[in-house]
């Protein structure tokens, strides 16, 4: 029986014992899956509203969250002011005597910096994911007049370096379908998951938020709706007949089983979990024997961006279909397009 993860939804009986119609796993095939304060030393940022006022980290973040959350920030949003805020109290704490409530300085920052660099070696795209998230704080703290200024003026992201991303080959997508078992519920829904990710490319957290609702059997598309979007713009996306299939498969059940609207649920028919449901699909990249990949829901975004890039060579539509805002993220995947820049180089010298 497969496991499920802590906090996934509330207890009751397994509902895995609901027959799929004889005819519709008939259709399923293996094939199918092939295709201001002071601290210790420590001067913090003065705050305005003149003497006698102090202003605490968690002052500023409580109003931040709070004017985020009433602009309409998205759920995951939400959660990564609260995980990034987390580690920089924890710095702070580590490092300034257990104090890690004081509005902190530019050394503060600085060194908080060398420290994700020199002690945690994160990689600097992952530094700068957590910078920007506190930077915006301070910065909105300052725009607001909570702050004189913000402990990140003259402070800049580091430099990425563009590395390629980690896709997977057909023949890695085929050996991770190919450990799903079609004879179970579990193993259909641990398939269609996999490749309603490698068909509509979207990120997990928006395809665990999708509802049966929002599918279209029969035009094979989804609608990504606002309130679930990264970017809260509501977006069409699509899949192919291999998703199909599996879905129609999938769906018998779910209608019998399901307690919540959620498209993708546990075997309680409660909706899966963003953790569990990235730990099963690298459980599942682990079974396959899939090595120098990490399988991940992100690989698998990244897996369908590259294909189509290479398929269409349109990256406006490809911009839509991820829902980017802008276009930076998506040149990235064009710039990685080697094989096509090869061709045409090819081309071009036969007009000499």
């Known amino acids: 029986m497969t496991k499920t993860a802590k906090g996934q939804g509330k207890r009751g009986h397994r509902k895995t014992n609901i027959a799929v119609p004889q005819m519709v796993l008939d259709r399923l095939t293996t094939d199918d899956l092939n295709l201001t304060l002071k601290t210790d030393g420590v001067d913090g940022f003065k705050t305005a509203g003149g003497k006698g006022k102090t202003l605490t980290l968690d002052d500023i973040f409580n109003r931040y969250y709070t004017a985020r959350k009433a602009a309409g920030a998205a759920n995951r949003t939400l959660e990564d002011y609260v995980k990034h805020m987390r580690w920089l109290r924890l710095f702070m704490a580590l490092n300034y005597n257990g104090l890690d409530n004081f509005v ?69 997508e085929r050996r991770l379908l190919g450990v799903c078992d079609l004879n179970t519920i579990i193993g259909i829904r641990d398939a269609l998951l996999i490749s309603f990710l490698l068909d509509t490319g979207v990120r997990i957290g928006e395809c665990l938020n999708i509802h049966v ?60 979990i963003k ?33 189509y890039i290479k398929a269409t060579g349109d990256p406006f539509s490809l911009r839509r279909l991820l829902g980017h805002s802008t276009m930076e993220m998506v040149n990235r995947y064009v710039n990685q397009n080697t094989d096509d820049v090869r061709k045409q180089y090819q081309k071009s010298l036969v007009l000499h």
């Open 104 to 172: 902190p300085n530019r050394k503060v920052i600085r060194d908080w910096i060398s420290h994700m660099m020199t002690v945690q070696k994160l990689k600097p795209s992952t530094i700068n994911i957590r910078l920007r998230t506190v930077k915006a704080m301070f910065n909105w703290a300052k725009a607001e007049g909570l702050l004189e200024e913000s402990p990140f003026e003259n402070i800049e992201l580091l430099k990425v370096p563009e590395e390629e991303f980690n896709v997977l080959s057909k023949q890695q």
């Open 213 to 272: 609702s929002d599918v279209n059997l029969t035009n094979r598309s989804v609608l990504v709706r606002g309130e679930s979007a990264k970017t809260r713009k509501a977006r069409t996306v699509y899949f192919g007949n291999r998703t199909q299939k599996l879905l129609m498969a999938y769906l018998q059940w779910h209608e019998q089983a399901a307690e919540a609207p959620n498209l993708f649920v546990n075997e309680y028919g409660t909706p899966l």
């Open 275 to 307: 953790d569990w449901a990235s730990k099963r699909i690298h459980y599942l990249g682990d079974k396959a024997g899939i090595k120098g990949v990490r399988v991940s829901p992100h690989t698998l975004r990244h897996t369908f961006a590259t294909c």
